[in-house]
Each structure stands twice: as C-alpha cells, then as structure tokens.
C-alpha cells in the first residue's frame, strides 16, 4: 500500500532503465504496485486514453442515432423508418462495438509496454 | 374470449421446453460442487458461452411477443425498443464493461461498496436492484399467463405460476452453472423458434402476391372482416368510418345495419360485431390500464411522439447497464478483456435475433390487423403461423413458437431471479450459504408472483420501460461517475440515486395510476410517462454536485480502487487485490462455506 510519496518520488526521477533489466522487475511497474505519485499518473494516463476511445465511439453513436427520430418525423413515408429500426442500425452498431474494443485493447498493449519499459 | 391456437401440439411444445430446462439444469447440478462454483461458474466459462447465455437471458417475453405486438399496434416507431436494447449493451460496453469485471464485483451492491466503501450506499443500491428485479419479473410472469391462456383457455395466473416454480427449482438447485448451461441452450431455442416459422411465413407472403401494404400507415383490412369484440373498448377515430355493427356502439343498438362513426371517440360494447371493409384504417382500441404487452401508454406517444421516442431511448441506451441480471453476467467472464470481447459477441447475437420480431409485426398489421382492435397484439406472433399457413405445418409453427415464448419467459425469470436472490442472500437474510441463498430464490419470486395476482391489470410494457427507466436514472450514473470520476462521493452516489431514481419511479408510478382523461395535460402526462430524459440528467447533476460538496468525503482507497478498475490484469497479478478487502473476503467466506 502507498508509502511516503515524497521519499518515492526522489527515486523515480532517474529510472534505471537498463541495470534491473535481468531481475524482471522494473521502475514503472513498481511504481503503479505501490500506488505512487507516479504510479497515480500512469494510471491517470491510461484512464484518460480508455475515456477518450469510449467517448469517441459514443459521440459516433450519438450522431448516428441522435437525428434519426428527427428525420423520421420529417419524411412522412414509414418505409424509411421500417428499413433503418428494422434492418439498418444492427451492423453499425456491431462495428462501433468491434472498433470500440480493438482501441482499448491497444490502448492497454500500449501502456503495458510503457509500464514494463519493452 | 381469447383467440386460441390449436393446443394439441402447443401444450406439448411448451412441456417440452418446461423439461428441457430441468435437464439441462439438472445436468448443470451434478457439476456445481463448491459455493464459488454455484455462484459464479468457477469463473470458467468462455466468451462464446457466456454471450450465448447473456443472450438467452436478456431476451425475454417483451422481446419475444411484445415488439411484434407493439408494431402492430403503433407502427414503426416501436423499433426504437429492439434498436434500443441493442445498442444499451454498445453503451454498457463502451463505460462499463472492463473496469466492472476487474472490480470483482458480483452484483450492483458489491460495486457500490468497492467502490464507495460506505454500507449505507450498498443497501441503496441493494434496494433498488431487488425492486427493479422484481418490476421486471412481473412482466415475465404475466406474458407466461397470457401465452398458456392463448393456448388453452387457462386462467391467467397458470402460466405465471408454471413459470414460477420451474425457475425456482432450477435456480435453488443448480445456481450459476446451470443457469449458464440453461441460457445458452434457451437462445439458440428462441432464435429457432423466432426464425423458422417467419421464413414459412415470409414465403406465404410472397405466396400471397407479396403484398406492399404491409408497411402502410395506419395499417389496413385487406379484405373484409368481421371482428367480434369480447370487452367494451373505446375507439378514436380520426377519419369517420363506414362499418357494419351487429351489437351496441354508442348505446345505440343495431342488427346488422351499416353505420357511418364521426371522427372522434366511440364506445363499443362487448359482444359487438364490425364489419370491416376491404382498405378500412385499422381503428386503434384507445384503452386504459389493461391487459397485454402491447396497448400501453399509447395516448401519451400521440400527444408527445417526439418527446416520447426519445424518453424511449434515453431509457433503454442507458438502462441496459444497470440491469441486475446483466450485471452478474460479466462476473464469469475471466477478465476485463474476455468481459469486452463477450459484450461484442452478445451484440451481434441480440441484433440478429432482433431482425425476426419486425416481420412478425408487419406481416400482423397485413393479416392480423383486427389483434389492435380487440386487445390481444401480444398473442400476434403466437396465432400468425395459424392465420397465414394453417393446417397441420400451421399448427406445427404454432407449437415452436410458443415453446420458444415459453423459453423466453423462462430464462430472463431465472436470470433477474439469480440476481435478486444473490442480493437478498448476502443483503437481507442473516447468514450466508447455500441454504439461505434457496430461501433467497423462494422469496425473489414470491414477491413479482403475488403483486401481479393482487395488481393484475398493469400493463406490461410500463412495467418493463418503468424497469429500464428506474435503472437508467439510478444505476447509469453510479456505474459511470464511479468508474470514471476520482471525486465521487457516498453521499453524492445515495443522493443522486435517490433523486433520479425515485422521481423515474414516482412519475411512472403516478402515471400509471392517474390514466389520461380526454383533454388532460398531455404535456404533463408525456413527461410522466417517459422520465429518462429528465430524470437521468438530474441524477447525474445530483451525484456531481454533491460529491463536490462533500469533497472531505471522497474514500481514501480512491486511487487504489480505479487503479484496479483500470489497469490490465496482466499488470495487476494480485497487487491491487487488497485494495477492496471487504469484497476479496466476502468471496473468501463463500469459498469456505462451499468446502465445508
């Protein structure tokens, strides 16, 4: 559990990159087990970059979705409704789904890379 | 009278499905040996199976019966609630999904208190899963009351008890891993039972000369019909029309004698005959607090369709994540990633289920347009196999689909009754084990069961948005503020809950009792009927303006917390696992008391 962030802090300023490689264990990783400031900052990081993959293809959705009632409203002929509700919406939303997960997946590949200094 | 199909292959049908389920429930009991094993599969199951099972389970008979009835009735504007039920798993994927499983959270109250570390907002949360299980549950019930009762001539509350004890056998005595086994296999059922029949019944269409008209607005009677009405209902007309009435319209009698009816209200008596003409507009039954899926609220969309489509999808685009079945779902699922690529898996599984109700609505407005008159759209996709084919491959059709209803009303019933009980169990009753966790079932369902005999008449529909809208307002916001947001507080999360949650349940509540009246606020009433999109952003300014106010209240395991929401398992390896130790022991105690 956290430790005295200040005294943590000093240490990690200078990461031995290349001198712990051998024991498997390195700076930025300990940093996050610990719960330091920097580990707080990595961590703030990655939820920043998983919020902005979720937010994109949510605004998608949004603009996708969002009009729709309105344009039924305006075009008096239901067929278009019948096709879009019925048949249309299914596959894009899929997609937005699948292209949804292989951001954060590559988000998380990214920031364990990071994190383990590969 | 209810209009009945031949029960002599749908009563076997539906037993057929009824011991199905044992079985496969059975089947599912000699494996489940360990407490952690009747609650969670061991978490063992793998995405393929758990999708197929999340699936089985959030198909359910509003899905099955009530789109297609509600197309029926009201057009094309009722496939925003398929479209709606879709794309809530997109949103519960998008903010949801990943961060839930790595929580180790098993229901809502167990998120709630990992996150939050306040019991106080734990048994908020506990309370309203138990009553949105519970609203959700009643639907089930009474669709299985009006399924067996379309079928036989049984009472209504027959279906519902069937249903009942099946569910709580199966769940008391095999728990998750059965259930598991026993959606997975209810899927791939309902998607048969959905697809055959409509691919003989698109075929007799285009038989028929593919009529185009089925897609007109308002639907027409393609040739005359006689349609008797059993219950005295009200009319609005918006054109005047020309029928033959044998019976009582208006309090004046008639025999046989043709009528021209104003534009405007009409009250027909029960016992009334109409004679429709070929191209008639099918009249839409303007009725109140009655039964089936299909006739709710139907007043309040004429008056505020806008307005109300999109109440619809606030509801059900933010709804889905807070649903207790749901939930508990992704608690099998590995780890954060399976729990991800899972919720891609079940969105194409629901979206090509969803393609089937559509047809059969359309293809009622065309063949079985008198159902809107008479009351009993619901029961459209179990008599158009009948209507459109007949004979004995009608009959045959006739039985799949209502063992397929059937397995609908089944497997979301086992679902909401897994979750409500897990939270009865750990919340309510006393001790924990697996006994109390049986009691736990017993009391899940005896309370949905009893409400619907004592409330009989509320119609399903509003019990299912009501569902929807409750959780979207209450659990929408503490799913995603706390997943989200370091500064989110206990007392934010109770007073957001709170506020957003109990003004969705007031205001539908409150409509429900006070039925619109000629000339009433539709305004008012509009608002009342489909709070999401007022109540979900108060919710959501409630917990933000709150929890900032509250800033001293923020939990000092915070950090640690979101770390674990957040990070990839691979990183995490059991470091960050203590930093919820109320939620890690609670799962130690049921490992105990399995081995025990």
Same mark, same amino acid.
């Given at each position: ?49 998983q919020l902005r993959a979720a937010l994109t293809v949510g605004?998608?959705? @949004? ?5 729709? +009632? &309105? *344009?039924?409203? /305006?075009?008096?002929?239901? =067929?278009?409704?019948?096709?879009? @509700? ?5 596959? +894009? &939303? *899929?997609?937005? /789904?699948?292209?949804y997960? =292989?951001r954060a ?14 | ?92 994927l998008l903010f ?388 989200w ?112």
């Amino acid at each position: 559990m956290p430790q005295d962030p200040a005294e943590r802090r000093v240490v990690v300023t200078a990461p031995p990159r290349t001198v712990r490689r051998t024991s498997g264990y390195y700076r930025p990783r300990t940093e996050i087990d610990e719960l330091t400031t920097l580990g707080h900052t990595y961590v703030r990081s990655l939820m920043r970059s998983q919020l902005r993959a979720a937010l994109t293809v949510g605004g998608v959705l @949004l603009l996708l979705v969002g009009p729709l +009632p &309105l *344009v039924f409203a /305006a075009a008096a002929d239901g =067929r278009l409704q019948w096709t879009v @509700l019925g048949f249309g919406l299914y596959v +894009p &939303l *899929v997609l937005l /789904a699948r292209w949804y997960v =292989r951001r954060a997946e590559r988000n998380e590949h990214d920031f364990v890379r990071l994190v383990e200094d590969r | 009278m209810t209009p009945t199909v031949n029960s002599g292959y749908a009563v076997p049908a539906v037993a057929l499905v009824v011991v199905a389920t044992v079985l496969v429930g059975a089947f599912g009991l000699r494996m489940s040996r360990t407490t952690s094993d009747f609650y969670v599969a061991s978490r063992t199951v793998g995405p393929r199976l758990n999708a197929t099972a999340i699936s089985g389970e959030y198909l359910s008979a509003a899905s099955f019966l009530g789109i297609a009835g509600l197309v029926l009735v009201q057009g094309p504007d009722m496939l925003w609630y398929p479209v709606g039920y879709t794309a809530g798993y997109l949103v519960l994927l998008l903010f949801v999904a990943a961060p839930l499983r790595r929580s180790g959270a098993y229901t809502l109250p167990d998120f709630a208190e990992a996150r939050l570390a306040s019991q106080a907002v734990r048994r908020l949360a506990g309370a309203f899963v138990v009553g949105v299980g519970w609203l959700y549950l009643m639907p089930q019930l009474q669709g299985a009351g009006l399924t067996l009762s379309v079928l036989t001539g049984a009472p209504d509350w027959l279906g519902g008890v069937i249903v009942a004890v099946v569910v709580v056998a199966t769940v008391a005595a095999g728990g998750m891993r059965s259930i598991t086994f026993v959606q997975a296999f209810q899927y791939w059922l309902k998607l048969t039972a959905l697809l055959v029949p409509a691919l003989f019944l698109v075929l007799a269409w285009q038989h028929d000369g593919a009529d185009r008209r089925l897609l007109d607005e308002p639907a027409a009677f393609r040739e005359q019909r006689a349609v008797r009405v059993d219950e005295t209902l009200d009319l609005r007309l918006e054109r005047p029309l020309d029928v033959t009435v044998t019976g009582t319209v208006d309090g004046d009698r008639y025999r046989g004698e043709p009528v021209r009816l104003p534009a405007g209200p009409h009250r027909v008596q029960g016992g009334t005959e109409l004679v429709f003409a070929q191209g008639d507009p099918v009249p839409v039954a303007d009725r109140g607090a009655d039964d089936g899926m299909s006739d709710s609220l139907t007043a309040s969309r004429e008056q505020r369709p806008l307005y109300a489509t999109y109440g619809l999808i606030v509801a059900t685009f933010l709804g889905t994540m807070g649903l207790p079945h749901v939930v508990v779902r992704f608690y099998t699922s590995p780890h954060g990633v399976a729990a991800r690529r899972t919720t891609v898996v079940v969105l194409g599984l629901i979206g090509a289920f969803y393609l089937l109700p559509p047809v059969y609505g359309a293809l009622g407005r065309l063949y079985a347009p008198e159902l809107a008159l008479t009351g009993d759209a619901d029961a459209a996709v179990l008599l158009l196999p009948d209507r459109m084919i007949g004979g004995l491959g009608g009959d045959l059709l006739g039985a799949l689909v209502a063992g397929g209803a059937f397995a609908a009303f089944l497997s979301t019933a086992s679902g909401l009754t897994m979750a409500v009980a897990g939270v009865l169990t750990q919340d309510v009753l006393p001790s924990r084990g697996v006994r109390h966790f049986r009691l736990g079932t017993v009391l899940a369902m005896a309370v949905p069961l009893a409400a619907g005999a004592l409330v009989g008449g509320l119609p399903v529909a509003d019990a299912v948005g009501l569902a929807f809208a409750v959780s979207a307002s209450s659990f929408c916001p503490l799913l995603v503020l706390g997943i989200w947001w370091r500064r989110l507080t206990p007392p934010g999360a109770a007073a957001g809950m709170l506020v957003g949650g109990g003004s969705a349940l007031v205001a539908v509540a409150a409509t429900m009792v006070g039925r619109p009246t000629d000339g009433q606020a539709g305004g008012l009433h509009a608002l009342l009927a489909w709070p999401a999109l007022w109540s979900v952003p108060l919710s959501f300014l409630t917990m933000v303006l709150v929890s900032l106010a509250t800033p001293g209240k923020v939990p000092p395991g915070t950090s640690a917390i979101l770390a674990r929401f957040h990070l990839p398992e691979e990183l995490v390896g059991g470091q960050v696992r203590g930093a919820v130790p109320e939620i890690d022991a609670r799962a130690d105690a049921w490992r105990r008391v399995g081995d025990a």
